[in-house]
């Protein structure tokens, strides 16, 4: 298996642009989490998915973020305008149901 | 509120030199207490899963052990490829069936040779 899989590695956008970061998770896995990382703050969990349904997304900031869970083999991440302070690292882990999670290598993402 | 504190933040240590990294935790209810390791520039890795207290578990040079309020990642020998930042999580009893894991801030562990 190639493991969980994120586009793109690296993101350099200009405050107030759209940005999408994407990811394909373990094939049979039904548990899906977007995670933020930053020096401050650490890693913290966005939103969780469950069979294609958003479970709990009290992580996600602000309305500026929005996540979608199209089908079992697919997730993005959507800010829009982005803004300086997202800057950071974004994961995408899955999981079976309370299995440990497995991460994908991260996007950096930064703007200026 | 379930919290995870790490210490130390940082740790130095020469080639050979064993010491043990703690993951102290407030939980309501305990499902598992995972260890990850992080390399710079990469996601985080799965070492290991404890559930109960007593629990060990081994991997190389590396044993997670598992008390009601802690646990300890103890590193025998170590190596400079033992260099990485190490994660601990809990997982919560779940709520409605959420599979939640809350992170601590990690300890950033450098081996010298």
């Known amino acids: 298996d190639a493991g969980v899989i994120q586009s793109p590695r690296h993101e350099v956008t200009e405050m107030g642009q759209e940005v999408t970061l994407r990811c394909k998770p373990i094939?049979?896995?039904?548990?899906l989490f977007w995670y933020r990382q930053t020096m401050m703050r650490g890693l913290e969990l966005l939103i969780y998915?469950?069979?294609?349904?958003?479970?709990?997304d009290s992580g996600m900031p602000e309305d500026r973020f929005s996540a979608k869970m199209p089908n079992a083999s697919f997730s993005t991440l959507k800010i829009q305008p982005s803004e300086p302070r997202d800057s950071a690292v974004y994961f995408c882990?899955?999981?079976?149901?309370?299995?440990?999670?497995?991460f994908g290598p991260g996007t950096r993402l930064t703007v200026l | 509120e379930d919290q995870v504190t790490q210490s130390p933040e940082a740790l130095r240590l020469q080639e050979g030199e064993s010491s043990s990294l703690n993951c102290s935790y407030t939980?309501?209810?305990?499902?598992?207490l995972f260890w990850y390791r992080q390399d710079p520039g990469k996601g985080p890795e799965f070492l290991f899963t404890?559930?109960?207290a007593g629990e060990e578990k081994e991997k190389e040079r590396l044993k997670a052990t598992l008390t009601k309020k802690e646990s300890f990642l103890h590193i025998t020998a170590p190596k400079p490829e033992d260099s990485a930042t190490y994660l601990c999580?809990?997982?919560?009893?779940?709520?409605?069936?959420?599979?939640?894991?809350?992170f601590g801030a990690g300890t950033r562990l450098a081996v010298h040779p």
């Open positions: 882990a899955s999981s079976f149901p309370f299995d440990e999670q497995f």
């Open positions: 094939s049979g896995h039904n548990s």
């Open positions: 998915f469950n069979n294609n349904v958003p479970i709990d």
């Open positions: 939980v309501s209810g305990l499902r598992g």
């Open positions: 404890l559930y109960s």
């Open positions: 999580a809990v997982q919560p009893f779940p709520s409605g069936g959420y599979n939640k894991l809350i």
